[in-house]
């Protein structure tokens, strides 16, 4: 963690990136360039049972403190101007109107409310995102269950408690991680039939734009790190969403393929593209629509036959321009859900030649097709044709697979040259304090 000792602006911005794994923090200049960073992990989350996850949420509070005092120390005699936040999407938590936690936040993959989830698909309408056992909605019916009527709690995500946090104000949210909450990012309310199903006692956020100013740093804490109070915390938004402000993406057309374990695509739109069949929606970007779909395919079939080092290394060895002349559907077990919807669909991974390289070759193929299939979807479905893609995620180092795309996609493919959320909230910061 070194400061960069070319930039010469004394203003820095602070991006905060709140992950399953861990914290990271960035601090960059008015010309976008990284000063600093710093990074803290966290534990795994708690699964008492099945498909149930769940962690104390002052294990992130001590993460971020633990990023933003190395910062602070890498960067002495800078201008601090506004710190913004990326946290997972749909991990909820109750607080009591003054941030004090009612429990254990549920992470974004617990499924335990399947009760409440039948109760929401009676009234949602069919393409909500709010849909679903994992969707924020659902866990806030079923903690609600677990707290007492008698006293008021606030519903309040991962990113929404943490800026509580730092600013000494909680009860907000913002666009992007209401929406699995039932926010209407289309007309910018609660709907009726959310209300409706919010129980007695539960409150739900204000929902600001992404980037919008929430109030100073609190003083307590500003003089704990040695910052000054005037430091502005602005509202957050999702990890994904970060991560795609990072990438570059600005014009309708401009779409950001990630390529870890499994293959997600995301592009801006002039408008929203909901298909909740396709397990398709679309976050409010500025003016714009971010709309996506994540394939069951990705790095996770490559990693089940490959290390990572051999993946390199094979690579080397395969033509990118040649088709492999396998025609396969990488998948670890049957189902699939984007680009094509059917729960049955089983893995295409044969015929499997004994050279290794070619089976590599196959498979690259195979999830570039998917690739450029997801694509065509969500351009049938009203979204536009991608101009250029950046690539993100662990794939996205690889060149022969970058050029194995570029030839079946039929447009520019590049490896994005920032890939941090971390590093977007940070550009969220800078470009909405410019405004």
Known sequence: MAPDARAISAQVWIGI?????GCRSVAIDEGGRELASARTPLPEPLSPAPGQYEQDPELWWQAVLDTLTQLGSALPDRELVAICLDATSATLLLATPNGKLRGPALMYNDRRAVAEAALIDRVAPVDSPARGPSASLAKLMYLSKQTPRTTTSLALH??????GRLTGHYRVSDWNNALKLGYDAERLCWPDWVSALIPDGIRLPQVVAPGDPIGPLDATLANRLGWPSSVRVLAGTTDSTAAVIAAGAKE???????????????ILSERPVTASAYGIYSHRFGDAWLVGGASNSGGAVLRRSFSNAEIVSLSLGIDPERP????????????????????DLAPRLSPRPSDPRAFLH????????IEAEGYARLA???????RRIASIGGGAANPTWTAMRTRILGIPVTSAEHQDAAYGAALLALH???Q
Do not use: H, M
């Open 252 to 266: 309708p057309g401009d779409a950001v393929t990630c390529l870890g374990s499994t293959l997600v695509l995301k």
């Open 362 to 369: 196959g498979l690259l193929e195979g999830i570039a097709r």
């Open 17 to 21: 990136d709140l992950g399953t794994s």
């Open 158 to 163: 991962q990113a929404d408690w943490i800026i």
């Open 324 to 343: 492999s002349g396998l025609d396969y559907y990488p998948l670890i077990g049957p189902g699939e859900r984007f680009p094509k919807n059917d729960p």
């Open 380 to 386: 049938e479905l009203g979204a536009p044709p991608p």
């Open 432 to 434: 909405r304090s410019q």
